[in-house]
């Protein structure tokens, strides 16, 4: 094995450098391989499904044309696709457009069960960011059997409704009706809840979710003109596009929910303060708020800050004489009112 | 027939009927219910607890914790600590260590192979039983046993006592960068005592993915059984790169060194698998610190002892007994002239020397899995049997170990050691699958054949790696 | 007391129940009573167990350390106890294994007695989990640990009140130097024969709309199932989406939870 180190170094470099472009996370060949395989006939058909099931649920009549451009395929394939649909008794083609039978409505439920469950699944179990939860649910919606999906439900104490608000339909395809109006539907000076934010397009979503909006957020409507919507929460004040707002269901709550000010989160707790607390965020979900939860960390508990680790985070509180350490991530998600 | 379906029927119309009303009653029941139930706590402790003057912490309680998170202390008095009951434990273990070795080893030994010879028992039988798989046993159970009682009692009175959770409030911050949990530093500097150990620990927690990195990590903490090695190998081959007075300085320094690269490369791989296959947030750390309590110090012994030194020892023994009938077998199975491990050591000889080992320590590393601690007895055995040095050792497949360190160096040089072997041989001793009882361990915990593949073949290609470019790169200077 | 003894001619009979607990891996060969030892994590609760069986498990002080069950025995007025030692948890409504494993024991035990092992110092927090057992079962006894701690603390805890409000007898107990014990073992024994008669307290203060769908829903439930001792559990837990009650509704399994051979308070009034 008599190897000049200078040409086993470079060969080992060049295996290093292709094991990445292999594995590169989102860019690499694996990933592009698994991308492609995700847009097969299958998928294509499923995901036409789901886009009729969504237009009808909104009421809207989904045509050739909204099957082409949501899939980003060629009227042509669009056509093919219905009509390979049509043959498998999935839907039906009448004079506005195309609309779903009974197995179809059954078939895109499915799937979007398992999408909507894979979503919280990520959101609540595994912590991954929002921005993610989409496009991992996509591709798995694809390959998830319904009973790979029902034992996921189980596990997490089956869930109703996912990250962004919207109701995860049960085994048997059973889905509430949908709640709440548009933003763009109500009137200046109303108090309002958000119900749910819509997650397509991505480009909207990232928007929204970067102006702090998330379902549960109370708001309150503060100028409404055709180019802008002012909204104000907790004493914060956001502006955004009628095309936004679009993408946003709120439902009416009373003017008394409405906070004006600018509330305090935990992580701004001095020592020798004591707050208390008001809520702990929407972003906090799954096993983490249910572990704050059973700290004792809910709405009215006294909590002080005790000490901060060296590296100052995390940091010990006291709570209902208990000393629990919290992550500084965490604290910014507990809120507080009334610090003395 | 019929009234049973009928009543299954409207079990499952209830069921239902709960699944409607879920949807009525939106994504927060869970937050109101225990809402509800702290209301009703408060009350009901209102009403029967009266403090007055209430000390929710007592003043040497604030002062400890004060100090053992400190700025400035939090780190040293952590360090101290943890060096503290390395060096009882590494210290303390000698003489036990020696004295179990001297009964097991060199009297009970000589005595059982007098007695097969009195019986007339074929060399065959002999050899394997006793020089394979008593041997074996009676030297896991001689260099394990004594550091692991020493240990495991001393780590379960600081954890007792209530101080191990500071350690992981304050080490927190840097395993949340790799994605990680606080309480891993736990299961970490557990490890350092023993790897299998370690990974049990994992279950403080929560999170199953942060377990999984917890425990597929816990590997590349420098146990109890390589410490020694460690040692071994750096006085003989680079504490004499220095001028003698510093030697011993040197090896120490490149004994941390190994050490402080495994933590290294625990927060590493830590981040790389919560980046990739184990992808996720760093997710919650909320842990409670529990108030200091004096430690109850016999039961500690006692539950310790019966807890974890036994179970970790019994499960070493398990895998030792088989272990050392092979390292006898292929050492006196000949075909034609040679012994299988001599047919092995030939053949990879070639490869292993190319990334700055050799045969001799790719099969020590394959035939004692049960336990680090018998690497280098097996190195020194076979060593002895592929150079065909006379004067040392007790024959074919019989594993030993020399008082003098001196005498070790030069078995070693003689089987054509160099200083990048013994560099070499410290990295992959530290980056190499973990031993068959952690893996075993590892299988019982997270019940997954694939992560305990994983946790096995990852670090030796990694430790190759290693080895590699080390290798390589001195070739090259 | 009389009319007790008339009504039901099985004071001292056994209310666990022994098929389930035979599902959940206890053998009741020889035992005569079960008792599950609840609390939440670094409240003493091992070390209670340690004394009451004489066995040496290690108590860490350590959230989450008694992973594994672990059972023990002792016996007690010519009675034999079964012991069985659940994992510490802070609360019973989650998903987690730990939590899932201690609910499911209480409820389809159905053990003699349960003892909540609690932390005198956090009286409050520790009451989240008390009043979480006494919704599943109506047979326990408070051990209120570290009583030591407390008073060193300057806090004074009223056990006759707490008692009171409760409804279940209220032990002061220090574990660590074995004080209280002796009455502890004495309450287990009563409440487990049916001497003394536990009222537990029941959450009140749930919501109006939370507290309409528990009535409409645990209505539903004791029309199919008229023996159901905690009908009203049942329905949250059906509310939360709790799996193992789903399934346990949906196959009729829950109907072998029946207050049929107990004494509890229904039958004594």
Redesign the interface.
Known sequence: MEINPVISLSIFAVIVVLGILLIYPKRGILAKYAKLKVSSKKNQLEDALKHIFDYEYHNLKPTLNSIAGNLEISTDKASQLVSKLKKSNLILINDQGVSLTEDGKLYALRVIRVHRLWENYLAEEIGMNELEWHDQAEMIEHSLTPEEADALSAKMGNPKFDPHGDPIPSTDGIMPVKKGVSLNEVEEGETLRILHIEDEPKSIYTKLVSVNLFPGRVIKVILKTVKKIKLSADGEEITITPLLASNINVEHVAKSEFIEEKQRDLLSLKKGEIGVVARILPVCRGQQRRRLLDFGIVPGSEISVLMKSPMNDPIAYIVKDTIVALRKDQAKQVILKNVS | MKSNNN??D???E??????S???????N??????????????S??S????????????NWEVSL??LV???IF??PIMFLLLSLVFWLTIEGANVPSQFLSSILIDDFHPMLKGLSASLGIPHFIDGLLIDGAYLSMAWVISVMLPPMAIFFPLF?LL????Y??RVA??M???F?KAGAH?KQALTMSMGFGCNAAGVIAA??I??P?ERLIAIITNNFSLCNGRWPTQILIASIFIGSLAPASLAGLVSAGAVVGVALLGIFLSLVTSWGLS??VL?????????????Y?P??IL?TL???L??RTIIVLWRAIVFAVPAGMVIWLVSNIHIYDLSLAEYFIDFTN??A??IGLNGVIFLAYIIAIPANEIVIPTILMLTVMTTGLIGTGQGNGVMFELDSIKETGDILRAGGWTVLTGINLMLFSLIHNPCSTTIYTIYKETGSLKWTIFSTVYPIILGL?VC??VA??W??V | MQNKNINSDCVNCPVHNVANLVKLGVDMEGFNYVVALAGNPNTGKSTIFNNLTGLRQHTGNWPGKTVSRAEGGYEFKDNKFKIVDLPGTYSLLSTSTDEEVARNFILFGQPDVTVIVVDSTKLERNLNLVLQILEITDRAVVSLNLIDEATRKNIKINERELSKQLGIPVVPTSARSRTGMDELLNYIHQVATGEYVCKPYRIKGYSKKINKSIDELSKRIITLFPDLPNARWVAIRLLEGDQTIIDAVKSGEIGSISVSTSNSISEAV
């Open positions: 009543l299954l409207k079990n499952i209830l069921v239902s009927y709960a699944d009303l879920r949807w009525e009653l939106g994504e029941l869970h937050d109101s219910i225990t809402e509800t139930i702290f209301e009703d706590a408060y009901i402790a009403k029967s607890v009266s403090s007055i003057d209430k000390k929710v912490r007592t914790d004060r998170t400190s700025r939090g780190f379960t954890e007792d006592f209530g191990l959770p409030f304050n927190d911050k840097l949340q606080g279950r403080v929560d999170s993915r980046k990739t992808k996720g947030e760093a997710s919650a750390f909320s842990l409670e610190l529990p108030p309590r430690p109850v039961r006692y539950t310790s019966i807890d070639p490869y020397l190319f790696v590699f470019l390589q790169i070739f090259l």
